[in-house]
């Protein structure tokens, strides 16, 4: 086994259950005002995996370079909520299909970065948010140890 996976299941409680068992109310919920929401967290980490493991240009400068890093809305149903939750694991699906072979990984994306230096940053930001989200879980007493 590569340490691809690894970085993208292991470390900490699996991403499967942290997003598991979450109601509406529970994801839109925003503990203090400077606090962003579980919905928000996910939103964020998403979009940013998606720019970078679908290498989308045009999706960078419409959302994160116009300073769109997070949702406007909270979401209005929990269908909105899930399909969230399987786009994020649908991402890592992709992000593993680059990590497949070591000609996928020395690809150089950008000049002197290549795919396995884009996927060990996701890797760090996804685990930071994924902290995130636990700690809100946290806050509202909808974690188990």
């Not at 409680?13 to 919920?29: F, H, N, Y």
């Not at 995996?49 to 419409?62: F, G, K, N, P, S």
């Not at 399909?83 to 992709?94: I, T």
């Not at 396995?116 to 879980?137: P, S």
Request: without cysteine; hydrophobic residues 45%; glycine residues 6%.
């Amino acid at each position: 086994m590569t340490r691809w996976p690894h970085l993208f299941s292991g470390e900490f409680a699996g991403r499967d259950r942290i997003l598991a068992g979450l109601t509406l109310e529970q994801v839109s919920l925003r503990p203090s005002p400077p606090s962003h929401t579980i919905f928000e967290e996910l939103w964020h980490l998403v979009l940013w995996q998606r720019i970078l493991v679908t290498r989308d240009e045009a999706l960078y400068e419409e959302t994160w370079q116009k300073g769109e890093r997070y949702p406007r809305e909270a979401p209005r149903s929990l269908a909105e909520w899930t399909a969230l939750v399987e786009d994020y694991f649908a991402g890592v699906a992709r992000a593993l299909d680059w990590a497949a072979s070591p000609e996928k990984l020395s690809l150089e994306v950008d000049p002197g970065v290549t795919m396995a230096d884009v996927l060990q940053g996701l890797a760090v930001h996804n685990a930071y948010h994924f902290g995130k989200i636990v700690a809100l879980r946290q806050q509202m007493n909808a974690w188990e140890p």
